[in-house]
């Protein structure tokens, strides 16, 4: 069984449909990545799978339970976090309160310690910096927060909406390693990234997607030496 399937999804803005009934799954322990252009429908999967938006058709089930209709704040005690497209961190807290804000679904107090000394040791910035506002850190630091923030919750999946936007070659490569880091460390990831080629490089298998669409799938080396995929999201 599948840790995340998606089923015959159709998503509409209005009278605008922007998922056109597709199906995919991520099983437990992969990196699965979902790329394509902007305006793809990549985001707006993510929103869905989270709660954040409702489906007109289909459905979303997480461990074989279906989650189409559960609140947002409901599916993160499930086990899945959800990393968003530009970060979103509370600007006006610190470091530190962004991270408990993260872990506000847990009653653990005890574990809550040990999980925030693990975050601290992947993100050591954000222990040096754990007092600081989170509005005064560099994007870089910001994407760690959101990150680290996520991972407070002990997620079983998370899901990343774009985490190399804006940010230097240099952090990117960071990025990536602590995405793989953290898929090492028991942690199923579903990664939406502009970035194919970086994408592909670290995931086990790939949905390709175009207006709405999934139009091609395969292993994630594969698709990265599919001509097809070279010449529209590689630059090949």
Same mark, same amino acid.
């Not at 995340?4 to 605008?16: A, P, R, S």
């Not at 929103?47 to 989650?67: N, R």
């Not at 872990?103 to 601290?120: G, I, P, Q, S, W």
């Not at 954000?126 to 506002?133: F, H, I, V």
């Given at each position: &069984?599948? &840790?995340? =399937?998606?089923? +015959?999804?159709?998503?509409?803005? $209005?009278?605008?449909?922007?998922?056109?009934?597709?199906?995919?799954?991520?099983?437990?322990?992969?990196? @699965?990545?979902?790329?394509? /252009?902007?305006? #793809?429908?990549?985001?707006?999967?993510?929103?869905?799978?989270?709660?954040?938006?409702?489906?007109?058709? $289909?459905? %979303?089930?997480?461990? $074989?339970?279906?989650?189409?209709?559960?609140? #947002?704040?409901?599916?993160?005690?499930?086990?899945?976090?959800?990393?968003?497209?530009?970060?979103? %961190?509370?600007?006006?807290?610190?470091?530190?309160?962004?991270?408990? &804000?993260?872990?506000?679904?847990?009653?653990?107090?005890?574990?809550? *310690?040990?999980?925030?000394?693990?975050?601290?040791?992947?993100?050591?910035?954000?222990? =040096?910096?754990?007092?600081?506002?989170?509005?005064?850190?560099? $994007?870089?630091?910001?994407?760690?927060?959101?990150?680290?923030?996520?991972? &407070?919750?002990?997620?079983?999946?998370?899901?990343?909406?774009?985490?190399?936007?804006?940010?230097?070659?240099?952090?990117?490569? *960071?990025?990536?390693?602590?995405?793989?880091?953290?898929? /090492?460390?028991?942690?199923? @990831?579903?990664?939406? =990234?502009?970035?194919?080629?970086?994408?592909?490089?670290? /995931? +086990?298998?790939?949905?390709?997607?175009?207006?709405?669409?999934? %139009?091609?799938?395969?292993? #994630?080396?594969?698709?990265?030496?599919?001509?097809?995929?070279?010449?529209?999201?590689?630059?090949?």
């Amino acid at each position: &069984m599948a &840790m995340l =399937e998606v089923k +015959d999804l159709e998503v509409y803005y $209005g009278m605008i449909q922007a998922i056109r009934g597709i199906s995919f799954e991520v099983n437990e322990g992969e990196i @699965v990545s979902l790329i394509g /252009a902007n305006g #793809a429908g990549k985001t707006t999967i993510l929103h869905t799978i989270t709660g954040l938006l409702s489906p007109k058709k $289909g459905s %979303v089930l997480f461990e $074989g339970k279906e989650i189409t209709k559960i609140p #947002a704040h409901k599916i993160v005690s499930l086990g899945m976090a959800h990393v968003p497209e530009g970060r979103r %961190v509370f600007a006006q807290l610190s470091v530190y309160q962004n991270l408990k &804000m993260g872990a506000y679904t847990r009653k653990d107090k005890d574990e809550l *310690e040990k999980t925030l000394e693990t975050v601290y040791k992947r993100f050591p910035r954000l222990e =040096e910096r754990k007092n600081q506002l989170a509005g005064t850190l560099s $994007g870089g630091e910001q994407q760690m927060l959101a990150m680290g923030r996520a991972l &407070m919750s002990h997620p079983r999946i998370i899901l990343m909406d774009e985490p190399s936007m804006g940010l230097s070659p240099i952090l990117v490569n *960071e990025i990536f390693d602590i995405i793989q880091s953290v898929s /090492a460390s028991g942690t199923t @990831v579903l990664l939406v =990234e502009q970035n194919a080629k970086k994408a592909l490089s670290i /995931a +086990d298998r790939a949905y390709v997607l175009e207006t709405g669409n999934i %139009v091609m799938t395969g292993d #994630a080396k594969e698709l990265m030496n599919d001509d097809s995929i070279k010449k529209a999201y590689l630059g090949e």
